[in-house]
């Protein structure tokens, strides 16, 4: 993305100027695609901010495909510094202007889920981890996972379920959160406590995570002394309890697609609202795909 | 962070291997503090490879601080990837076995809140945007922000309204979430509708980025074309006129503090409980400073 454009100043050493698109808050956003020699990028680049600056341009995006890290140091030395990263890719940003940036912070959050699946006798999916901080501990805990990118919280829950136990469920309602902090690196966690209801009643253990997996009757899942003596799991076990008798009101999830066909789903509580939705432009979400297609 | 430990087999050419701290899933934690040269630094990571390779490491991390930008292409070079970037380091992964990696994904949600600010009289606090898509639209909205990194989602609405119309608030309930997806390049979002109580009634509005603040009957605000024709507004709205008529429950936030000093969060239906909490393990919480501080 390196321009037939020069610099009229110089005729002998012809620098060509990075372009990119702008965007709406005075900024530009540039893609390297090409191979390019570290030194020749060093140059273009302090050609370019030097007529972002005349044009008054603020923030200046580069997205640095792996294969281009060649380019990082050079960037660094002009300024940039790390906005984010993926496996695949590099945004460095540079605030142009003499004022403070306004550059919006990267992604906070982890999101992840915990299953309370309930079945017809009134007992709840359990199972046993053979990893992490619950191994051979003997506790019984609800199936948990992390939200996939892109994913909505219902869809994971009804995912996760399915992929550690073989048992199929409807997504019913979010029956509470918690939000930590520095759960991994700086970054915080949101998990969502989620009740199912099961579609199928076999269970088949997914072998590489978990050493067991049960229908527990719900006292015996929340007289655990682990459950007892951990506030956090003794609150959702009592919520879950609540909800088992049927006298717990959780938020349902409603969907609504926007007019550039994003996914966009508002949980809340349905039950209390003076007319409650059942359709209209907000639409209960209904994961038909999980029930047919497996 | 290269230790005194040597490459037995070569007396000629030692080199000296890279050490970290291991982590509990058989991986390895390095954080490069020196300044290195480029290539010292391709041999030393060739040979660490080698030693964690034969000692069955799994997961390998580096934490590469901006300053060594030199570093990344020889890291790249070596196989390792991009795992996430903050402004002032870049944290690379490789993973060594054969096997399909099992490395934890990054962050993907940023969180953000809208503010439910009702007064005595009935009135909700509402402002017009002087930037972005709701620029002289003429619009009245809820006040809205984005969670700091490692900030309570209570705490984040509280400190929004106050920065934005200098009204002091207590926070009472999460009455609705979003999430949606592709909000910021890859990543998504839950935006949590909070409700507040407001301990004082004069605004002082945040003249940066906003046009207008004022207090206005509900029912007006509600009414606005915008709002009405925009299904996600239209359902906030219904749900916060059900809020304002007291018949409808949301998610009030309960703290504990973990064994490790941890702020934990947990948000839910307290009024369905059997026993509602209003002590015990989990403490509602209190946002007391921002009663007493300013």
Known sequence: ???????????????????????????????????MDSNVFG?????????????????????????????????VKEGFWYHHAEPDYLMLVLWIPKTAHTLPANASHR?????????????VLVVQENSGRFKGTGVWKLPTG??????????????????????????????????????FFTKSDLFFVCMLQPLSTEIQKQEEELEAAQWMAMEEYAAQPFVKKNPLFDSIANICLAKKDMKYTGFSPFSATSSSGKTNILYFNNQDLKQPLSS?????????????NK
């Not at 008054?56 to 580069?62: E, F, L, P, R, S």
């Open 1 to 35: 993305m390196v321009d037939e454009q020069r610099l009229p100043e110089n005729n002998v050493q012809q620098i060509e100027l990075l372009t990119g698109t702008e965007d709406s808050y005075g900024g530009v956003r540039i893609e390297i695609k090409n191979r």
């Open 43 to 75: 140059d273009v680049l302090r050609a370019s901010i030097s007529q972002w600056r005349q044009k008054g341009t603020k923030g200046v995006w580069i997205k640095l495909p792996i294969q281009h890290a060649n380019l990082v140091e050079a960037a």
């Open 111 to 123: 999101v992840g889920i915990g299953a309370f699946v309930i079945n017809s006798k009134r007992e």
């Open 146 to 183: 992390v939200v996939n990118e892109g994913e909505d919280i219902c869809t994971a829950a009804i995912r996760e379920v399915e992929e550690e136990t073989g048992i199929k469920t409807e997504f019913v309602e979010i029956l509470a959160f918690r939000q930590s902090h520095k759960a």
């Open 280 to 292: 209209g432009k907000y639409k209960k979400t209904e994961p038909v795909q999980y029930k047919n």
